[in-house]
């Protein structure tokens, strides 16, 4: 198996490590120069552009910003698309939305090549330790082979369904879980507001209907959950831009399909607010600042 | 050990029959007199008010629908402070706002009378089984005499902190609920209009950072949670009416201690736009419908 | 015409007043000492509890904070109607919920006293000048009279329908104003975030389908309406915190009646957190602080 | 003066019928048939693609759907750019984001070719009768021959600022016009339900701090406003489609420069429920049926 890494940066970087560490040869390919030297020192074969590293291969993953890079290292001047071979297999880890990587799998189709998306979550420690989830969608034929490409990486590697699955299956989670960890920061700063001890609160609330993974492990009050951001002063998380964007994918999605989404639309703002005020760059936990008196 | 209990409806009614049938004597009160009826078969015995009940009582549970209510039985005309002893306890099990049982508290402790807050979770269902969790508040060094009163009727038993501390927990874990099931609602609905299969999205929430209660135990899109009311067209749940008015109560609590909650303020709209349309009785998962195109 | 005047607060005094420069004799009650010292500055006779004052009335007029104020003053211990005679007409001015003053005002028909709600529009500014809105809330037989008493202290009285209408019509106007004043304030902000001239902006919103009273009046932005609060620091205005009022009764009234307010929900929040930041003095149009970077 | 018109259909084709009213020849392009054979039986010249018609044309006015159409017709393969003469006037009247035709006029700029935005508000109505409202964006300097040009189809040509400022203007006022006509919605049908009539309720709104172009001109109660959708079932008006369209775009523009659109996210949302629930085409005021209860 020789496999194309495109897209070396902090999560990409580490992806690929993995995939060295497991003694599998890795051509890959990134704008910055700092990534490429990483990328190198731990093993990694060096291309000047996206082509280059495809042409070895018989597997190629992407892990890029956004849409448009997408398109661009599959279908553009210098796209993967025009050198791989026949029976090819393309992973795409990139988190975006649905439709574009159903369009591009259906101009691989037609070259005998198979595309998947596998988009991931457990952020950047995730990615160095090698147990990130990925919700792969894919035809259920390929699955298989995908697993046997993404092992290295991850722990827990899971079926979602047809190309676009995956992607899918990310933006509905994300969705989610950006709105009930606004719903716990409402509710714990109400509760303590209120008088009752936080730490009872979320116990309470951890053993009963309100519980779910924002109150049990990413808890936004400080000191609740163990190792969550808010003990850190809300460093080293999910950014709330990252959240925001993810966010911004679903609203897109969701517009596509008519679909209203109605606590969605205002919690996108709710980040976009956290952002402008500039917090970008903390846990999206950080949402609970909205609900606390400012420091004087 | 001789209690009165005063409220024996849908919830009240379960639980004395399960303090009946842990051997004790109940001393009961009703407005309705088919409650009565039900409470007197099962061996309880019946009186014309609440005083009257009380007078033969060292314990007083109330079960009752709004904080007017509450008032009424402790402090109103034939209200049971008037008649207890010195060093009675009395359990305040209905939901209603923090402040209130604070005041009636204030009122008891002049007179020797302990009282607390002890609000419930787990429905009709719970009462019955009496598996119901109680969420406590109390001082400390009466919480091992509540818990020795509240034992037969359920099964998890919470000291939240002091008196009040049960209905903010209570209150700030529904409003979390409430919010948290929309969410999913809005997800579920977005995935399956994508053309993601519902089981297998819900999978992937279940194993990620988007679970929650409502997505594990409660999924609003029907056949995901196994015996949740989605299977059974949303019947014998948690009914919309009464999340409506746990939101409001978190609303009114809110306001009293100028505390916004900006999902809650608009999820508390939401489900009273599904009331307006018919769908008060039906459990609170049927939110789903407002992201569903309607039936022909 | 005896004129008995309850509530001389900031609102109130500056209404008597008014009555008394119209040359009436008006009998006052108010709690506050300071209050009282105005009134009778000004010409005013003061007693010492509301029954008091009424008892030389055959008109009274109230003002006070909330629902409880008025029920209090009505039919409380030492309330109006008690000592009233028949054919005596009360106006409430007071900010309140419509059912309150269709409750009290039952209870006056029976003992052929005509109570009728009249909530205003026009601030302090409008009291002082004599320039207020009465929206009047009375059978069609008695606006009249209730014109009459009104005239000296309103350029504006609509009569609005039944007792409550004018609650009704005002709570109604102000959810409107609440929820166009905080849209104003996003597109105002977008707009000048992207880069276009505010005076042009609002030229063009206030001469197209954008206008409205937020817009041309009381625009947000400062320096854009003459004499609007923006431009002298949101302060004299409509207080945040009233405007907060204003939206729990519309929500109160809507609860009531089954009725969703969606945007009411979420803006009520808005104001409600701008409050907790520390300005519910400030005109509400400070809402514009939400949109805008904090200050380094 | 020689114009060029590309995009006949609606809005354009009546627009184009003005400018040939007037005396003026149009040279004119649109993928429909239908929309040509309209326009050549009113005195237009048909060409088969956009460059075909401005070759012969000193001014180009576009009006088309959306940004991909307007960059295909400036820069595309036909596009009208690559044939314009150095002192071309290029007016595009769609309405799209503003840095679509900042980018598309900086490319003109180059060829010393003026391409300015002018998006109208007025409707079908307004187009047929020459009494649109444009919203220009230009360098001063250009100013007077826009206006010049657009006379015949306008009576309110307004200079908003530099390119693009046209484009900015509109979607901040209709993102202030998509609000508050849903909170016109919320307060009359609050006001209904509560039991005021909705005829003297609207009275007292426009004649208070309520009113707005959603109350007085369009209000979505039927009857109120004279010649409103609302009275004829909510058909011919401003389509809830191309509402929710333009708050997309304010939405949009607000992620790319970090603003937060609390009010705009929640209303796009319920435009697009009220869109998936059948009603995309009607005027938007039809939001009012969120707020009334379902027909039996």
Redesign the interface.
């Known amino acids: 198996m020789n496999i194309a890494f495109i897209g070396l940066g902090n999560m990409g970087g580490k992806m690929a490590h993995n995939l060295l560490n497991a003694g599998l040869t890795v051509h890959g390919f990134d704008l910055s120069e700092v990534a490429i030297a990483h990328f190198t020192e731990a093993g990694g074969i060096a291309y000047a552009n996206p082509q280059a590293a495809a042409e070895r291969a018989d597997v190629v993953i992407t892990m890029l910003p956004a849409a448009k890079h997408v398109k661009e290292v599959y279908l553009g001047e210098n796209g993967v698309l025009a050198v791989l071979k026949t029976g090819s297999l393309c992973i795409d880890s990139s988190t975006i939305d649905?439709q574009t990587i159903k369009d591009i799998a259906a101009v691989g189709a037609k070259q005998g090549i198979q595309i998947c998306d596998a988009p991931v979550?457990g952020g950047t420690i995730g990615a160095q330790a090698g147990t990130l989830?990925f919700?792969v969608g894919t035809q259920s034929n390929a699955f298989e082979r995908v697993q046997s490409v993404l092992k290295p990486m991850g722990k827990?590697i899971?079926?979602?369904?047809?190309v676009?699955?995956g992607q899918?299956?990310k933006?509905?989670?994300?969705?989610?879980?950006g709105?009930?960890m606004?719903?716990?920061a409402?509710?714990?700063?109400?509760?303590a507001?209120?008088?009752?001890?936080p730490q009872?609160?979320a116990?309470?609330?951890n053993?009963?209907?309100?519980?779910?993974?924002?109150?049990e492990?990413?808890n936004p009050w400080p000191g609740i959950s163990a190792n969550a951001p808010a003990g850190r002063g809300y460093s080293d998380g999910f950014a709330t831009q990252l959240m925001l964007k993810d966010l911004?994918l679903?609203i897109e999605?969701?517009?596509q399909?008519?679909?209203?989404?109605?606590?969605?639309?205002?919690?996108?703002?709710?980040y976009?607010?956290l952002?402008?005020?500039?917090n970008?760059q903390l846990d999206f936990s950080s949402i609970i600042q909205?609900?606390l008196?400012?420091e004087a």
């Open positions: 649905p979550s989830t919700m827990n899971v079926h979602c369904g047809e676009g699955a899918i299956a933006i509905c989670n994300n969705l989610i879980l709105i009930s606004a719903a716990v409402e509710g714990m700063a109400l509760g507001k209120l008088g009752i001890d009872a609160l116990g309470v609330i053993s009963s209907s309100g519980r779910c993974w924002s109150s492990i990413c911004g679903a999605a969701a517009g399909v008519k679909q209203p989404l109605l606590l969605g639309g205002l919690v996108q703002q709710l976009q607010q952002c402008m005020q500039g970008a909205q609900y008196p400012k």
